[in-house]
């Protein structure tokens, strides 16, 4: 059964860091480009960065230069490490399969930036 448990979430004052964790369970680590998600309140959710099994990355633009996505097979984990961080990066952060099919979406990690 595929379960997502995404964490890292907190509260940072802008220009800080966090690293956001994606445990994976079941097939949709294993052989799937893996992306990150955000949803701010009141708007769409965003695929903010995506990764291949063979490690090629691709970001948005809003966050090339600041977010790094990575994964580790032997872990079955995705991570996101993201520096400067601005007011705008406030969001829930979800992790899931890059196209459909998607996994069952989990509750995400809340990271919140302050000034």
């Known amino acids: 059964q595929v379960q997502l448990v995404e964490s890292g979430g907190g509260l940072v004052q802008a220009g800080g860091s966090l690293r956001l964790s994606c445990a994976a369970s079941g097939s949709i680590f294993t052989n799937r480009i893996m992306a990150w998600y955000r949803q701010a309140p009141r708007k769409e959710r965003e695929l903010v960065a995506r990764i291949t099994i063979g490690s090629e990355v691709r970001y948005a633009d809003s966050v090339k230069g600041r977010f790094t996505i990575s994964r580790d097979f032997a872990k079955n984990t995705v991570y996101l490490q993201m520096n400067s961080l601005k007011l705008e990066d406030t969001a829930v952060y979800y992790c899931?399969?890059?196209?459909?099919?998607?996994?069952?979406w989990g509750q995400g990690t809340q990271v919140t930036v302050s000034s």
């Open positions: 899931n399969a890059a196209q459909a099919p998607f996994g069952p």
